[in-house]
């Protein structure tokens, strides 16, 4: 039987094609590969050696996705809505979508060092980070070990690091034991209890729809997602504030859904306060979940958009 959310995709591709991105491969090293869409004009096949010809004539959006869907199903909105003004650029974190290594490390940090390869290879010298939740953990990690790449940074329903304190009170909001229990189903039903605790308002939909998003964003890679998950956590007596100078030149925002019990508006205001000394202004989407760019996506395009006006005066 033909899966909904392949057939889907595939539509998407094509919309995309027209608003003038399209995906591509990038072998950052040898075996490892890091599926992105990217402009047109900057997607051309490159070899470990050589940068991309065509650099990016417009600002440069990187949008970097959470613990679930891959990059494009998550940010199709933002991407539709970005693309005539920036040049959008949307990975895949490996062992998501079409990205993959052979390498044995699931850190944060190796997956920025990863993103921070690849978009230098397509010719990228700076860029804004637009990321969510998985993926803000590792914009902050990209903010933190590449100042010269990241200009600015877009955070949303994420923090610094998940430290034991934070997970712990997370988990306990959403009722589950742990996060491999929350963010790798065995079960359609598992599925169905993400979008229950990533939205605001419950989400009507059929059954072979959530079957058919089991299958192609859940049903794959467990093993390696299991251990990204396990190297996520860290030890509060390990964790140390870094410092980004990014937030010094007040290029950090905060934007965030209003009604996100994953991490909600305390942890934000705990965010802004006390780890980034209240320099990044703090935005937020009223009736908005977790996954508040797929569930208000209009609400978060224009903050988005007022945001990047701010950083890039356009």
């Not at 991407?79 to 650029?89: M, Q, R």
Request: glycine fraction near 6%; charge should be positive.
């Amino acid at each position: 039987m033909v899966n909904s959310i392949a057939i889907y995709t595939s539509f998407l591709r094509a919309i995309l094609g027209l608003a003038g991105v399209r995906p591509q491969s990038v072998e950052i090293e040898p075996g490892t590969i890091v599926h992105i869409w990217a402009p047109n004009e900057t997607a051309k096949k490159t070899n470990n050696l050589k940068q991309a010809e065509n650099k990016p004539s417009k600002p440069a959006v990187v949008f970097l996705h959470g613990f679930g869907f891959n990059g494009i199903l998550s940010w199709q909105f933002q991407v539709l809505a970005l693309a005539k003004e920036y040049s959008v650029y949307v990975p895949d974190f490996l062992f998501f979508g079409g990205s993959v290594t052979d390498r044995t490390e699931r850190s944060p940090a190796f997956q920025a060092e990863c993103m921070a390869k690849c978009l230098r290879k397509l010719g990228v010298e700076k860029c804004t980070l637009v990321g969510l939740s998985y993926g803000g953990m590792v914009g902050f990690k990209m903010a933190e070990m590449f100042p010269d790449l990241v200009d600015s940074f877009v955070v949303s329903c994420s923090v610094m690091a998940l430290t034991e304190s934070i997970s712990r009170a997370s988990l306990e909001r959403i009722g589950f034991p742990s996060w491999v229990k929350h963010l790798v189903p065995d079960t359609v039903e598992g599925v169905k209890k993400i979008v229950d605790v990533s939205t605001y308002k419950s989400l009507w939909m059929p059954h072979f729809l959530y079957k058919d998003v089991f299958e192609t964003a859940y049903d794959i890679n467990r093993k390696e997602r299991v251990e990204l998950l396990d190297a996520l956590i860290v030890k509060d007596k390990d964790f140390s504030l870094p410092s980004y100078p990014q937030n010094t030149a007040k290029r950090i925002h905060l934007l965030w859904g209003e009604e996100d019990i994953i991490f909600n508006m305390e942890v934000a205001r705990n965010l802004q306060e006390k780890l980034l000394a209240g320099k990044a202004p703090l935005h937020y989407i009223e009736k908005g979940g977790h996954a508040v760019p797929l569930e208000r996506p209009f609400a978060y395009n224009r903050q988005l958009k007022k945001i990047l006006v701010s950083l890039h005066g356009k």
